[in-house]
């Protein structure tokens, strides 16, 4: 089965507002990165997590390895903040990232 | 600024026809990855490389080929073109020591017909 399932598929947020995209792994896993896929479909590094909490702006993300799972969180959503979010952890060696399947995030006005 | 460059941006192409797809590094990275995205999906890996002149299969190779000729190009090869290839397919390059640097390229959209 899928080792990386995300949730939920879709959002729709009301800017300024904020809501938290989270990711389940399967097995314990060494680390994650999460991704913004932007509206022209490029894909954008956001956060790369081995542990604890990172920040960055508006945008904050927690890994919990023993748990399996990660969360993004997103605060003060604006428009441009629309696009689909992927987690992605390593699997096997060499570097292979296993996607899940994405959340789609609609901020509107 | 080091980068991961795709060409061509868009593709059509005939079934049962050659494709190839070009990706260029200048990140002086020695992994180098073709991940393809159906729509509504995340990315999945066709094959990839750790050195010039060797290429390994991801979990989606059947179908595809591909080719290692230095450090800073990959290229992915569908020999006879089918419907069910239809995807945006992205390339990606890694140092291969964790992969906070991971870098993708812009995509290329292939549309067979």
């Known amino acids: 089965g899928d080792q990386v399932e995300q949730s939920p598929s879709a959002l729709s947020l009301h800017e300024g507002t904020g809501s938290a995209l989270r990711c389940n792994f399967t097995?314990?896993?060494?680390?994650v990165q999460w991704f913004q896929q932007n509206s022209r479909g490029s894909l954008i590094n956001l956060f790369y997590?081995?542990?604890g909490t990172k920040e960055n702006g508006r945008l904050k993300s927690t890994f919990n390895s023993k748990e399996s799972y990660s969360t993004l969180h997103i605060r003060d959503a604006q428009l441009e903040d629309s696009g689909t979010y992927f987690c992605?952890?390593?699997?096997?060696?060499?570097?292979?990232?296993?996607f899940g399947q994405g959340t789609v995030l609609s901020v509107i006005p | 600024e080091a980068a991961v460059t795709q060409s061509p941006r868009s593709k059509v192409a005939v079934t049962g026809g050659k494709v190839t797809l070009s990706c260029h590094q200048t990140?002086?990275?020695?992994?180098m990855y073709w991940y393809r995205q159906d729509t509504g999906h995340g990315l999945r890996l066709i094959h990839y490389?750790?050195?010039?002149?060797?290429?390994e299969k991801g979990d989606i190779p059947d179908g595809y080929k591909a080719s290692r000729p230095s450090q800073e190009n990959f290229s992915l090869i569908l020999e006879l073109a089918s419907l069910s290839q239809t995807a945006v397919y992205f390339c990606?390059?890694?140092?291969?020591?964790?992969?906070?640097?991971?870098?993708f390229g812009s995509g290329t959209r292939l549309l067979v017909i």
């Open positions: 990606a390059s890694s140092p291969g020591q964790g992969f906070s640097d991971y870098t």
């Open positions: 097995t314990t896993m060494r680390a």
């Open positions: 990140n002086n990275h020695d992994y």
């Open positions: 490389s750790y050195v010039a002149d060797s290429t």
């Open positions: 992605a952890v390593a699997t096997g060696g060499n570097n292979k990232l296993t």
């Open positions: 997590l081995a542990s």
